[in-house]
């Protein structure tokens, strides 16, 4: 199974600033089948990211993932209000799906 | 529009059985791989099981290997997970997820989960 780890647990930042988000994994991700989720309080989980830097349907620019083998990031250039919320990363590429403890984007 | 809705979730003694349905609407059900996901209060996401379109290929998470069973209805556009010897730990929001394409893909559309709660 691989195990992603999320770093950091939180981060305080406020709007316009940027955020770098990490999710580190603990053996290469295959064919960089790594996505990028946001969920807000009694909401689902909505898809930012696939394939490490793809964005999904309707996910504005401000949004970029990179990365590959076991190094991932998740930045958002300039936080919008909107974007207050757990960010988690999860894996694909293998028949066991994990996703990261997720990170809390909160305001400072 | 993709519509997920979960249903079957409740209150469930340790030991007993319970069976999730996802009824999926605005799309070509059996050409997606669909999944389970649960959230267990104040918790994270947790990765539960995942069926191919045509039933062919199933896998489970280590912690409801043996207990749960993922299968699908093509006919009628329905998800279930079967959850048998149910224990205080299954106690979260299941989510069924749609997945983008492929079998190994990202998961593009989720329900708005149905609760589980595991107590005497």
């Known amino acids: 199974e691989i195990v992603l780890t999320q770093s950091p647990g939180t981060l305080s930042l406020s709007p316009g600033e940027r955020a770098t988000l990490s999710c580190r994994a603990s053996?290469?991700?295959?064919?960089?089948?790594l996505a990028w989720y946001q969920q807000k309080p009694g909401q689902a989980p909505r898809l930012l990211i696939y394939?490490?830097?793809s964005r999904a349907t309707g996910i504005p620019d401000r949004f970029s993932g990179s990365g590959s083998g076991t190094d991932f990031t998740l930045t958002i250039s300039r936080l919008e209000p909107e974007d207050f919320a757990v960010y988690y990363c999860?894996?694909?590429?293998?028949?066991?799906?994990?996703f990261g403890g997720g990170t809390k984007v909160e305001i400072k | 529009e993709v519509q997920l809705v979960e249903s079957g979730g409740g209150l469930v003694q340790p030991g007993r059985s319970l069976r999730l349905s996802c009824a999926a609407s605005?799309?070509?059900?059996?050409?997606?791989?669909m999944h389970w996901v649960r959230q267990a209060p104040g918790k994270g996401l947790e990765w539960v099981s995942g069926?191919?379109?045509?039933?062919?290929?199933?896998g489970y998470a280590d912690s409801v290997k043996g207990r749960f069973t993922i299968s699908r209805d093509n006919a009628k556009n329905s998800l279930y997970l079967q959850m048998n010897s149910l224990r205080a730990e299954d106690t979260a929001l299941y989510y069924c997820?749609?997945?983008?394409?492929?079998?190994?893909?990202?998961?593009?559309?989720w329900g708005q989960g149905t609760l589980v709660t595991v107590s005497s």
């Open positions: 997820a749609k997945v983008i394409g492929g079998l190994l893909g990202a998961f593009d559309y």
């Open positions: 605005g799309f070509t059900f059996d050409d997606y791989a």
């Open positions: 069926i191919s379109w045509n039933s062919g290929s199933i």
């Open positions: 053996q290469s991700v295959s064919s960089s089948y």
């Open positions: 394939g490490a830097s």
């Open positions: 999860q894996q694909y590429g293998s028949s066991l799906f994990t």
